[in-house]
């Protein structure tokens, strides 16, 4: 691949306030100097869900006056690596961080069904990522600069329920629609490019009472006389949301990059499908003019799935944990083949898939 993307670990960098670590930001320059001498292009992410203790204990992104730390953060990693580093992308998935810290509870604080929090918080790592692209820009005035955007397609478990098609309208418009415009301030022109992050599609159903009155809850069951698959983390495959979701953001008037798109699962002949399913969505969008400058899979090697711990499996290469030795898998020969020509090796989709040459593993 010729592309890689990772993040900047702030703990290491600012273990407490004001504190820097020349180590740490050291080693990340030497990775970058790796990644350069390989020929490939580095996109380094500042903020992947991590936050320093010391931050968290002061509320984290609850409180407005943080955004300085984060601001102070960025102008440091910018000074250090911004001379090698031309694609940034700010803060990933803010509204899965949101979520799962403030709404479902699974990460930290650990709070459960406060939605006003989590919006505080999608309001906060938007002002955040905002005064970071005008810091990066401001080091390096032809940075590429955007965030990773979490854009699951929902849709009404029943079109023709009007209750259906209401909670799919206000799911999408709190989860793709008003956070995207918040966050990468796209009338406050703080984008140079759409990062997308598509897993699956989403099915929602009208229920009488609870936040499912407004939001709908998620449907899992077939009993529409429609074929579902699901990853082994419950996530449903459905290849042809890519090219929707990709044509829809397209609207903004942007280049496109697909920062994530990938399949927890054992069952590598699955894995395999998936990448090519998802690959040949990916060459329809392109045909049907979308500006894609890139892809990239998530992930490269198994990784640590933040509150579901290292039982899902994402990687091209599989990784044994204990010794971290790393063993490629089917899917990453096919990929490999799909990085060098730049385009699908099989059929009539055989399209270029990237038009700047962007592509490769996260």
């Known amino acids: 691949h010729n592309a890689h993307r990772f993040s900047i670990e702030w703990s290491r960098i600012e273990p407490r306030p004001g504190e820097w670590d020349l180590a740490a930001i050291g080693h990340y320059r030497d990775v970058i100097e790796a990644l350069r001498r390989r020929g490939m292009e580095p996109l380094v992410t500042l903020h992947h869900f991590t936050n320093p203790a010391w931050f968290a204990d002061a509320g984290g992104w609850l409180v407005r006056r943080n955004i300085a730390h984060f601001a102070r953060f960025t102008e440091f990693v910018a000074k250090h690596l911004g001379d090698q580093v031309r694609w940034w992308l700010t803060i990933n998935e803010p509204t899965v961080y949101a979520k799962n810290a403030f709404a479902a509870g699974h990460w930290p604080p650990c709070r459960q069904g406060d939605w006003r929090a989590a919006w505080r918080a999608i309001h906060n790592t938007g002002r955040a990522h905002r005064l970071a692209y005008d810091i990066l820009h401001r080091h390096r005035p032809d940075a590429l600069v955007g965030f990773p955007h979490s854009a699951p397609l929902i849709m009404p478990r029943q079109p023709a329920r009007p209750v259906d098609r209401s909670c799919a309208l206000l799911r999408d418009l709190a989860l793709n629609r008003v956070p995207f415009v918040m966050m990468g301030g796209v009338r406050r022109r703080r984008l140079d490019f759409v990062g997308l992050n598509y897993y699956c599609r989403t099915l929602v159903h009208w229920q009488p009472r609870g936040a499912a009155a407004l939001f709908g809850r998620d449907w899992l069951e077939d009993d529409q006389g429609e074929p579902r698959t699901f990853s082994d983390i419950g996530w449903e495959i459905y290849p042809a949301g890519l090219t929707r979701q990709l044509a ?19 069952d590598e002949t699955q894995r395999l499908e998936f990448l090519r399913s998802h690959l040949r969505s990916l060459a329809d969008a392109i045909a049907d003019g979308v500006p894609v400058v890139g892809y990239l899979y998530w992930s490269l090697m198994d990784n640590f799935e933040w509150s579901l711990g ?16 790393r ?5 990453a020969a096919y990929f490999t083949e799909v990085c060098r020509k730049n ?14 040459g962007v592509r490769g593993a996260a």
């Open 327 to 331: 063993v490629p898998r089917p899917a």
């Open 248 to 266: 829809r953001f397209a609207q903004y008037g942007l280049p496109v990059l697909i920062t994530e798109n990938g399949l927890a699962t054992t």
């Open 343 to 356: 385009a699908l090796p099989e059929g009539p989709t055989a399209r270029r898939l990237a038009q700047d």
């Open 310 to 325: 290292t039982d899902p499996r994402f990687g091209l290469a599989a990784t044994d944990f204990s010794t971290q030795e």
